[in-house]
């Protein structure tokens, strides 16, 4: 059984905190609430706070019997985030730290410590609606996107680089180019990481030749930056690779063809004066 131990509204107003205590044995009933708590949820006298039960307080109705029991299994429950009902009956987003009292005429009670945490949910919200719009736009560059860490491992890739390589990305995640690229090919890869890494420089527009998994070769145009720590220090790099393998082509057709046409006109200036 826990010890006996009492709260007064009085000192606890003075921690900014929302207070009450709620008695459930021998009756259902409040029977402390402090200033800051009424205040916090609009509620324009004791009176009138203390005609509520506790379940009143809550937004959703499903959320206090989860409270409750998690308090009935364990006897206190500790930065519980759930929305209370104002006195507008509008959502208020607070975390609540409870637990089971005991008083000398053995009268059961909860006793509750409530922190209003609307300013962290809404900072959390845009901070969640910024991610997803980071990470769409990630996904949608139409070119291959990596992070690695200092050991070269891939750590991140966008949606591009998965869908090139024709594998899941739990499949590429901790792996390096010597999984995916021939030898040759992924030592070179490997060395340059390890240049950005070293010196802190980056390497950029390097125009290089990549064996596919499906075993055809594309020309692309990669470029690597260090990432660095709050410190400065050098954790990691970030690359991106374009597929240039079409504009390489028409590169080359397009020397062929002046090529071509410098010999036919050669030829037919030897024709007219041998």
């Known amino acids: 059984m826990k010890k006996n131990f009492e709260l007064t509204s009085i000192s606890v107003d003075n921690l900014g905190l929302g207070f009450l205590r709620y008695q459930i044995a021998p ?3 409040f029977t402390a609430v402090n200033t800051t708590f009424l205040n916090l949820l609009d509620f324009s006298s004791r ?3 203390f005609q509520k039960k506790f379940e009143d307080l809550f937004f959703k109705p499903s959320d206090a019997a989860i409270f409750l029991e998690l308090l009935r299994r364990n006897d206190n429950v500790k930065q519980f985030e759930v929305a209370l009902k104002t006195g507008e009956k509008t959502p208020l987003w607070c975390a609540i730290t409870a637990s089971v009292s005991f008083t000398k005429d053995k009268t059961k009670s909860i006793e509750a410590l409530i922190q209003d945490i609307s300013y962290k949910k809404e900072l959390q919200t845009k901070l ?14 139409p070119d291959a996107v990596y992070f690695k860490d200092k050991n070269n491992r891939i750590v991140k890739v966008n949606k591009f680089y998965v869908d090139g390589t024709g594998l899941g990305e739990d499949q590429i995640l901790g792996k390096t180019d010597f ?3 021939p030898f040759d090919q992924a030592k070179k890869m490997f060395a340059d990481d390890s240049k950005v890494l070293s010196t802190g420089k980056p390497v950029v527009g390097k125009i290089e030749k990549t064996k596919l998994p499906s075993g055809t070769w594309n020309q692309v145009i990669t470029t690597k930056i260090p990432m660095h720590d709050k410190s400065g220090k050098v954790i990691g790099t970030m690359g991106t ?3 240039m393998t079409s504009y390489a082509n028409f590169e080359e057709q397009r020397l062929t063809t002046v090529l071509n046409a410098l010999e036919v006109l050669g030829k037919a200036l030897e024709m007219r004066d041998p």
């Open 27 to 29: 009756e259902n009933k």
């Open 47 to 49: 009176r009138i706070f």
């Open 128 to 141: 969640l609606m910024e991610k997803d719009f980071l990470q769409s736009l990630f996904d949608n560059i």
């Open 179 to 181: 999984d995916f690229f």
């Open 241 to 243: 690779t374009r597929d």
